[in-house]
């Protein structure tokens, strides 16, 4: 199953932006995508337009030549456009172009108002982020092997990742590829106004209220995973107990080569789970690649 036809990087000529290469270069090897490297330049840089242009065009040379170097042969290429907002102009590139794929490096923490958050909160276009200070832990360039770690929480929303998942997971690839869906069992919180003299104690409560999630969460994750496996793609569940988030990032943090993958929500931004909450932690804590869609309304 063929998703994704292009692979768009968006450049600032930092190097916060260079240290997406290898990693883009790694994605679009295993997905056989061409990547097109974009700079947007403010109408006031229109008198360094060929500087600018000079410098994406000479990084997609570099990618090309270094990956015919390595027996995997990326078409890649340069484009510049003017637009006083980065996001937008990226974002309307994309469009025009059919762009089915943004590839880009944040930092570890999105601030308001950076590229990076307003792509995430408006574009209809999955986007695979890979965090700047992550880059020892997950250095795509040099590992063959990949585990897709699959949050899901029962909702049709967050099944909407499983296509693109299927679609990486039997991507080309010289390596193994790993799925593992995730459920999250979080422990009811503690009420004040828990009734006395009910048969069981508070903390027997939410025993069994746990227990009941995770026989339920068996039940769910297996009928996926069946179906999955069937694709012919090597998959296997995992249910957690504790804080959702939490119990996320540590999974993935034990987990190694691993990239995360997630459905965001059109109206809240980033997740089903309100943006400040479970997804933003996510975002922030993973020392993982993290793959987010949206899905069509």
Same mark, same amino acid.
């Given at each position: 199953?063929?998703?994704?036809?292009?692979?768009?990087?968006?450049?600032?000529?930092?190097?916060?932006?260079?240290?997406?290469?290898?990693?883009?270069k790694e994605l679009a090897a295993k997905l056989n995508l061409p990547i097109t490297f974009l700079y947007v330049a403010p109408s006031g840089e229109r008198q360094f337009g060929q500087m600018h242009r000079a410098y994406v065009e000479w990084t997609a040379d570099t990618i090309t030549r270094q990956s015919e170097k390595?027996?995997?042969?990326?078409?890649?290429?340069?484009?510049?456009?003017?637009?006083?907002?980065?996001?937008?102009?990226?974002?309307?590139?994309?469009?025009?172009?059919?762009?089915?794929?943004?590839?880009?490096?944040?930092?570890?923490?999105?601030?308001?108002?950076?590229?990076?958050?307003?792509?995430?909160?408006?574009?209809?276009?999955?986007?695979?982020?890979?965090?700047?200070?992550?880059?020892?832990?997950?250095? +795509?360039?040099? $590992? #063959?092997?990949? /585990? !897709?770690? =699959?949050? @899901?929480?029962?909702?049709?929303? *967050?099944?909407?990742?499983?296509?693109?998942?299927?679609?990486? +997971?039997?991507? $080309? #690839?010289?390596? /193994? !590829?790993? =799925?593992? @869906?995730?459920?999250?069992?979080? *422990?009811?919180?503690?009420?004040?106004?828990?009734?006395?003299?009910?048969?069981?104690?508070?903390?027997?409560?939410?025993?069994?209220?746990?227990?009941?999630?995770?026989?339920?969460?068996?039940?769910?994750?297996?009928?996926?995973?069946?179906?999955?496996?069937?694709?012919?793609?090597?998959?296997?569940?995992?249910?957690?107990?504790?804080?959702?988030?939490?119990?996320?990032?540590?999974?993935?943090?034990?987990?190694?080569?691993?990239?995360?993958?997630?459905?965001?929500?059109?109206?809240?931004?980033?997740?089903?789970?309100?943006?400040?909450?479970?997804?933003?932690?996510?975002?922030?804590?993973?020392?993982?690649?993290?793959?987010?869609?949206?899905?069509?309304?």
């Amino acid at each position: 199953m063929e998703i994704y036809k292009n692979l768009l990087v968006p450049l600032d000529g930092s190097k916060l932006g260079e240290i997406s290469f290898p990693f883009a270069k790694e994605l679009a090897a295993k997905l056989n995508l061409p990547i097109t490297f974009l700079y947007v330049a403010p109408s006031g840089e229109r008198q360094f337009g060929q500087m600018h242009r000079a410098y994406v065009e000479w990084t997609a040379d570099t990618i090309t030549r270094q990956s015919e170097k390595e027996g995997r042969p990326i078409v890649a290429r340069g484009e510049v456009v003017v637009s006083e907002s980065a996001s937008e102009g990226i974002l309307d590139y994309a469009r025009k172009n059919k762009t089915d794929l943004i590839f880009m490096v944040t930092r570890r923490c999105l601030e308001p108002g950076s590229v990076s958050d307003s792509i995430l909160r408006t574009s209809q276009i999955p986007v695979f982020l890979v965090r700047a200070d992550s880059t020892s832990r997950v250095s +795509a360039g040099k $590992r #063959s092997n990949l /585990t !897709i770690i =699959v949050p @899901l929480d029962g909702s049709v929303l *967050a099944e909407s990742i499983l296509p693109h998942v299927e679609a990486i +997971a039997k991507s $080309r #690839s010289s390596g /193994t !590829i790993d =799925v593992i @869906l995730v459920r999250v069992c979080e *422990a009811p919180a503690v009420s004040s106004d828990y009734p006395e003299g009910m048969a069981v104690s508070w903390d027997e409560h939410v025993e069994q209220e746990v227990a009941k999630c995770q026989i339920g969460s068996k039940q769910y994750l297996s009928g996926i995973e069946r179906r999955l496996s069937q694709s012919g793609i090597k998959v296997k569940q995992q249910t957690l107990v504790g804080r959702v988030a939490d119990e996320i990032v540590d999974f993935a943090a034990k987990t190694p080569a691993s990239l995360i993958a997630m459905s965001t929500h059109g109206r809240s931004g980033v997740g089903r789970w309100v943006y400040g909450s479970v997804a933003e932690k996510v975002l922030t804590g993973a020392s993982s690649p993290i793959f987010l869609v949206r899905p069509k309304e």
